[in-house]
């Protein structure tokens, strides 16, 4: 089945940049999800990517899809401690999201 | 409306008492979920109800009894629940009950059961 993997922690100096990195096994997935989870809260759906794109541009946000290596990528630019929180990637498959286990970003001061 | 609102926001029950989760969406959406999450984990999909029909049960234990009165409305029942129940629940939406459309989360539901 499908399975999403992500690294489980990322820390960063507020201003730098902030890479989170994700691969997928199912290459039927259509989309590609990018959520963010803030302590406490439910999750906020920050963009998406359709699988034939290879890159989206979001104001301080861009996504990156390799496809042949299955490999999806968030850049989160000028990182600020409001953007200290849980990423988590997701794909679609068989009528579900497939959610990888999360990127904690701790950004620092 | 581009919210789904979900009530209430924290709940503690007891192994025998009953309780029901409520949510809420006013986007015109067709498709609601019912999540699980434990801290720091990604959520675990429950249930899907798709045109107000039940599509997807996980196999979900029957302590745990969803209702779609309508489309705008998803209600999970909870009955003799266990304290490993204890979770954030989260309810989501989205246009069409398939992969191709993005999810809409609330809130969710802090349930503590002792």
């Known amino acids: 089945g499908e399975d999403v993997e992500q690294s489980l922690f990322l820390s960063v100096r507020e201003g730098d940049s902030s890479v989170i990195n994700c691969t997928y096994t199912?290459?039927?997935?259509?989309?590609l999800y990018w959520y963010k989870q803030e302590p406490g809260a439910g999750l906020q759906l920050l963009t998406y990517?359709?699988?034939?794109?290879d890159m989206k541009q979001d104001q301080r946000l861009t996504v990156l899809l390799n496809k042949k290596d299955k490999h999806l990528s968030l850049r989160i630019a000028d990182t600020q401690t409001g953007d200290s929180a849980i990423y988590f990637c997701a794909g679609g498959a068989r009528r579900k999201l497939i959610f990888g286990q999360g990127t904690e970003l701790s950004v620092k001061p | 409306d581009t919210e789904v609102t979900q009530t209430p926001k924290h709940l503690v029950m007891g192994m025998t008492n009953k309780k029901s989760l409520k949510c809420e969406q006013h986007?015109?959406?067709?498709?609601m979920y019912w999540y699980k999450q434990k801290a720091k984990k990604p959520p675990e999909l429950m249930f899907v109800y798709s045109y107000e029909k039940l599509s997807i049960n996980e196999s979900v234990p029957s302590r745990f009894s969803p209702e779609c009165p309508n489309s705008s409305l998803l209600n999970l029942h909870l009955h003799a629940l266990q304290p490993e129940d204890s979770a954030l629940y989260l309810c989501a939406s989205s246009q069409r009950g398939d992969s191709y459309n993005e999810q809409f989360f609330g809130p969710g539901t802090r349930l503590t059961v002792l």
């Open positions: 199912d290459s039927s997935s259509t989309y």
């Open positions: 990517i359709f699988s034939n794109m």
């Open positions: 986007m015109g959406h067709r498709a």
